[in-house]
């Protein structure tokens, strides 16, 4: 299955909701599973971006309806990267 990597960063509402109800960030995981795709793995990070995301989905479209949903809410502001793993990367050159 493609695997992504999902770069977030909390607006100021997502902060305050943060702050208020941190077991938020685990409901956000399980919305992303019932929208197709799956949390692998997550940090939360100092630095340009709040959390790092590795999410697992079978199509880009499902990604693209991922970052969509979540990023419509306005607490969390999204990039999401496509990740190729290296051997693939090699064989494909």
């Keep these: 299955m493609p695997t992504y ?20 960030i685990r409901e956000v995981n399980s919305e992303i599973e019932q929208l197709g795709a799956s949390v692998k ?5 100092l630095g340009r971006f ?8 079978p199509d880009e479209a499902t990604m693209a309806r991922v970052s969509l949903e979540l990023g419509s809410r306005g607490t969390v502001r999204y990039e999401t990267l ?12």
């Design 50 to 57: 709040d959390f790092i995301n590795v999410v697992e989905a």
């Design 82 to 93: 496509s990740a190729i793993p290296v051997d693939e990367f090699i064989a494909s050159l």
């Design 5 to 24: 990597i999902m770069l977030s960063t909390l607006t100021p509402e997502g902060v305050q909701t943060i702050k208020n109800n941190p077991a938020r």
């Design 41 to 45: 793995a997550q940090w939360a990070t």
